[in-house]
């Protein structure tokens, strides 16, 4: 849920990448914090865990103009992968505005990838929300690799819900496609924000800029 500071005139939304053990998460915020100016990105905190190579959650507010002379910060989040940690899962999933589905691209990791999502939407459904209600971007990381299911194939997986939603083949390693999820992402949750707030799109309230 956005929080709405009118004596700083600061909007915080909150977006979180969500998706299985080690299929790029914590490798996205990561590279998004590096590609950014230092003006507009604040200190990325990490806490691990014992047994899980993702962070914890990542944290980094990025500064973008966009609502009659406010200013939007998203707050950046990733959760832990393992299903040992799904109580942290929910914790972080707590007023979410945007969530980044990424789903590891290898074919071994299919089985795994459909019970993260069906996850995601046990953890929304739990809180009183619902996934197909908030706004989501599909990332299908890990195509710089060998022997990976082709995108058509992850659309029929996991974009089936009756309305299709956005997505986009990427290599966090590499950092393709990683700036054009964060962009997507974050329009969407600024048009949807706007919308539930005057009922006009985005768009039509000011152009948005985000880098």
């Known amino acids: 849920m956005a929080f709405i500071n009118y004596a700083t005139r600061e909007i ?3 977006i979180v990448y969500y998706g299985c053990g080690l299929c790029g998460k914590t490798t996205n915020l990561q590279v998004i914090h590096e590609l950014l100016g230092d003006d507009s990105k604040g200190k990325l905190t990490s806490l691990a865990t014992n047994q899980d190579r993702t962070l ?3 944290f980094m507010p990025l500064a973008a103009e966009a609502i009659k002379g406010f ?3 998203f707050q950046m989040y990733t959760v832990p992968g393992q299903v040992m940690y799904n109580l942290t899962r929910r914790l972080v ?4 505005d945007g969530i980044v589905f990424v789903a590891d691209s290898q074919w071994e990791k299919m089985e795994e990838n459909v019970e993260s999502f069906n996850n995601l939407a046990e953890n929304l459904s739990l809180q009183g929300d619902s996934v197909d209600k908030t706004p989501y971007v599909l990332q299908y990381n890990k195509q710089d690799l060998p022997d990976v299911a082709p995108v058509n194939f992850l659309e029929f997986l996991l974009n089936n819900r009756g309305v299709r939603h956005p997505s986009i083949a990427s290599s ?3 950092g393709q496609g990683v700036l054009e999820t964060l962009n997507l992402i974050a329009r969407l949750v600024l048009n949807n924000f706007v919308r539930t707030q005057t009922g006009k799109s985005a768009a039509e309230q000011r152009e948005l800029v985000l880098m």
Do not use: E, I, S, Y
Request: hydrophobic letters at 40%; glycine letters at 6%; charged letters at 30%.
């Open 12 to 14: 915080q939304l909150k």
């Open 56 to 58: 914890f959650f990542d």
């Open 71 to 73: 200013t939007t910060k």
């Open 93 to 96: 999933l707590k007023g979410v």
């Open 172 to 174: 966090a390693k590499t």
